[in-house]
């Protein structure tokens, strides 16, 4: 989790047990009990799974209650580890990205998650099969209308407080809301509907990465119990439900989880990261109308006082036939402020430096200036657009590849906004399959070959 999410809450004395001892099973047991889950996911009609801290301490992230947990060390009196890398920069680990693709098959109804990482929803979780339990250090709601808008950069308040924006909804325009727990704010009701629902409806409930401490929300796996459901843990520590489970697994759940693909027979799909910001260029004639005086202004999609956190530097050049000064901008917000002969044309160059975290350390986009030209705006298929870039990030196996989705024009004060994309990091996960890449098939299941037809749920759209 956040180190800053650690910080920011409440203190307590009571945080239940910490410094956790780890179990390893041998590697006969650990290989039989992953075939024994390999073969209940297979057999499964409605797979739940929920998560906690032990997924994500691959991405760099420190969990609560292991041996370096945070918890355990603030414990012991030492110090916090440290964050191998910004939160807002982590990646999904290989665990996040075979949820995705089992969710794809149909064979994944539901993640029930007690992480505020919101690594499910950017690993492609659809947000209608999500249930962030403890809220999302990313994500900001409107009380009023209930829009969410997920961001690039973390939330600077917990605890369900008001923060410094307001809904973008004209009709509405409410100051929105973190959407973070603190230890006394009650679990949402409609997250916890939803998850209840699913957790009875389940017939496999498989807990990854939680030692299943912090109440109501550990007992949400035993609902499947009722119905006949099943429950496995992958977990290195014990936990309080480890005598309710069919299944119990004491190993690293990114090595659990890329055996069973191995046996299901499915690729593990690479994870690229698609960031957005804006360049908004304000013109204004001069007195004599000889000149125009411009600004041309980088900034966050989220609004421009929203801090853009994957880019740390822009530097500005121009056409080799013209004589302006190159700038390097060092600082938020990214600005520059040039005049310019009215009947000029010429093309400027933004040498976008990316911040730690991002796969590559710059990218370059350039931005032809017309000031006698009119402009038309355009709004592309984002998502269409995005699957080209991911194809192409895939295909190049490198980031920094770019596209314009979006262009528009304001009239007062005149100005000309544009909205692109960048891929800034791409993620392989290197997976042993004798067959290559194997796609889902429609037909039932037969033998021991995964067959599920592909889930045709909707994502619940974003604002952003």
Known sequence: MSLGYAEKLS??????????????DSTHVLQDKIEQLAKLIQKSRHLVVFTGAGISTSCGIPDFRGPKGIWTLQHEGKPLPEASLPFHRAMPSMTHMALVELEKAGILK????????????????????????????????????????????????????????????????????????DWEDALP?????????????????????????????????????????????????????????????????????????ELLNMQIPPYIRIDLFQTVLTQSLSSDKKFV????????????????????????????????????????????KRRTVRTETFEMFLKLKFSD?????????????????????????????????????????SCGQNAVVERRTVLVPKSEITVNAIVTNVKAFD?????????????GMKGSEITRKRSKGRKRKMRS
């Open 11 to 24: 203190f307590i004395e009571d945080v239940g047990q910490v410094g956790m001892t780890e179990f390893f």
């Open 110 to 181: 539901f993640v029930i998650s007690q992480n505020v990482d919101g690594l499910h929803l950017r690993s492609g979780i659809p947000r209608d099969k999500l249930a962030e339990l403890h809220g999302n250090s990313f994500m900001e709601t409107c009380p009023s209308c209930g829009a969410e808008y997920l961001r690039d950069f973390e939330v600077e308040t917990i605890g369900l407080k008001e923060t410094s924006r307001r809904c973008s909804d004209e009709k509405c325009g409410a100051k929105l809301r973190d959407t973070v727990l």
């Open 189 to 261: 009701p409609k997250e916890m509907k939803l998850a209840e629902k699913h957790c009875r409806m389940g017939d496999v409930v498989l807990c990854l990465g939680t030692s299943l401490q912090i109440t109501p929300a550990c007992n949400l796996p035993l609902k499947s119990l009722r119905g006949g459901g099943k429950i496995v843990i992958v977990n290195l520590q014990k936990t309080p439900k480890d005598k309710k489970a069919s299944l119990v697994i004491h190993g690293f759940v990114d090595k659990v989880i890329e055996k069973v693909m």
């Open 293 to 336: 005086n411009w600004t041309i202004r980088i900034a966050s999609v989220h609004g421009l006082s929203a801090p853009l956190p994957f880019i740390k530097s822009v530097e500005v050049s121009f056409s080799d036939n013209q004589n302006y000064r190159e700038a390097i901008l060092n600082t938020q917000p990214f600005l520059l």
């Open 357 to 397: 975290g991002c796969g590559c350390l710059s990218t370059q986009i350039k931005i032809p200036f017309n000031f006698q030209a009119s402009t038309e705006g355009f709004k592309l298929d984002k998502n269409a657009t995005f699957e080209k870039m991911r194809d192409a990030a895939i295909q190049d196996s």
């Open 431 to 443: 997976c042993h399959l004798s067959n290559g890449y194997v796609k889902p098939r429609k037909e």
